[in-house]
């Protein structure tokens, strides 16, 4: 079951906020964040655990809600290394013991100077 | 820094043909994902490995795509026979699960 992100693409100036939205229609287990640049592999950024929790990463933060099934990424003071498309990656409850990590269809963040 | 390894980086192959993708997980690392990428379908998930016994192929077309993870050290996806519409970038992603996964730096097939 493949989550939803949204928006599809951001612009950003340097110094500016964003969120990126991550849902899903089952129970999860596990929220993942990627950070995949043109050309280049996808980057793990973290992984949030069923239990509800938010974690935080230099100037990336996220929250997990887990009643919601919904995770959120966010991007503060954004700098122009953050630009990139921002997957996020879901393993459901159901799932036990398989654990198959399926990705949304992505969010393109541009920050300009 | 460990790394996961995946050869060819690139191949161009004719349709009809068989294309052979390799991949060296990180040692240590129990669980091997199998991606595909395409403009079109995002990161499509088609097989993956937990201590090297198949867990899920639901996403590859049976009748010509396989996977195998032979030993520790390697695990393999074959397309036979390769059509156009296989072209895209094939990863291959290793890790523990609670701590992340490590994607390799990919194999661009094109089939022509």
Redesign the interface.
């Known amino acids: 079951q493949q989550p939803v992100q949204s928006p599809q693409a951001v612009i950003l100036r340097e110094g500016e906020d964003a969120v990126i939205n991550c849902s899903s229609s089952k129970a999860l287990y596990?929220v993942?964040w990627?950070r995949q640049k043109h050309g280049?592999?996808?980057?793990?950024l973290?992984?949030l655990?069923k239990g509800g929790e938010q974690k935080g990463h230099d100037k990336i933060s996220a929250s997990f809600n887990e009643k919601k099934q919904q995770s959120s990424l966010y991007l503060t003071a954004s700098q122009l290394s953050y630009s990139g498309t921002y997957?996020c990656g879901t393993e459901l409850s159901m799932d036990t013991g398989?654990?198959?990590?399926?990705?949304?269809?992505?969010t393109r963040l541009q920050v300009q100077p | 820094d460990a790394r996961v390894t995946q050869t060819p980086r690139h191949k161009v192959t004719e349709m009809g043909q068989e294309v052979t993708m390799r991949c060296q997980p990180i040692l240590g690392h129990n669980t091997v994902?199998w991606?595909r990428q395409t403009m079109m379908q995002?990161?499509e998930?088609l097989a993956?490995f937990?201590n090297r016994a198949p867990?899920?192929d639901s996403g590859m077309p049976k009748d010509r795509f396989s996977a195998e993870m032979p030993d520790a050290t390697l695990a393999t996806l074959k397309i036979q026979p390769s059509e156009p519409r296989d072209s895209a970038v094939y990863?291959c992603?290793s890790g523990l699960?609670?701590?992340?996964?490590?994607?390799?730096?990919?194999t661009r097939l094109t089939v022509v």
Do not use: C, K, N, Q
């Open positions: 596990s993942h990627y280049e592999a996808p980057v793990f973290m992984i655990l997957f398989r654990r198959a990590l399926t990705f949304g269809s992505g | 994902f991606y995002g990161l998930l993956y937990r867990l899920d990863f992603a699960g609670i701590w992340g996964y490590t994607f390799g730096s990919g």
